[in-house]
């Protein structure tokens, strides 16, 4: 008759411990949601620096255009930016990560003289459940969007 005391604490059990193991289950894979974007996002900048690289110094004279500027450069400073966020030259379409935005993108030569070009991003990654976490009351809600900041250096060909 032990066992009739013992019915359905299995289920009150799996109802205290649910939502943590929930909380658990979604925080890992927003974790690694986010290490996929960061690093989709460093292969990006890569790969478009790479290009800049190649075609910033359109007149080959040793020296990179001062400032350097579409003018300058045959427009390599926007298609660099449209091939790092929709993966090609053309402006518009959607972008690779969502909400990565060609205003996100800075590039510039550092130090100036030296044909050493940064390619930098930063990205502002929000969760797929939502960019804040209630606290029930317990404290003040927490922002969970933070942003993914990368940068590549090249030297000009």
């Known amino acids: 008759m032990h066992f009739l005391r013992q019915k359905g604490v299995a289920a009150v059990e799996l109802t205290i411990l649910l939502p943590l193991l929930l909380l658990i289950v979604f925080a890992t894979a927003e974790f690694g949601r986010a290490m996929y974007q960061y690093s989709t996002l460093t292969l990006l900048v890569r790969d478009a620096a790479r290009y800049l690289a190649g075609t910033a110094d359109t007149r080959q004279t040793g020296n990179l255009p001062n400032p350097l500027t579409d003018a300058g450069c045959g427009n390599c400073i926007t298609e660099t930016k449209n091939l790092l966020v929709y993966g090609n030259m053309a402006s518009g379409g959607t972008p690779l990560l969502n909400g990565l935005s060609t205003a996100d993108v800075t590039i510039l030569e550092s130090p100036a003289g030296s ?32 942003n993914l900041n990368t940068s590549y250096a090249v030297t000009a060909l």
């Open 115 to 146: 044909r050493r070009l940064v390619v930098s991003v930063s990205y502002n990654w929000q969760p797929l459940f939502g960019d804040s976490f209630n606290t029930f009351g317990l404290g003040d809600t927490l922002d969970l969007s933070f």
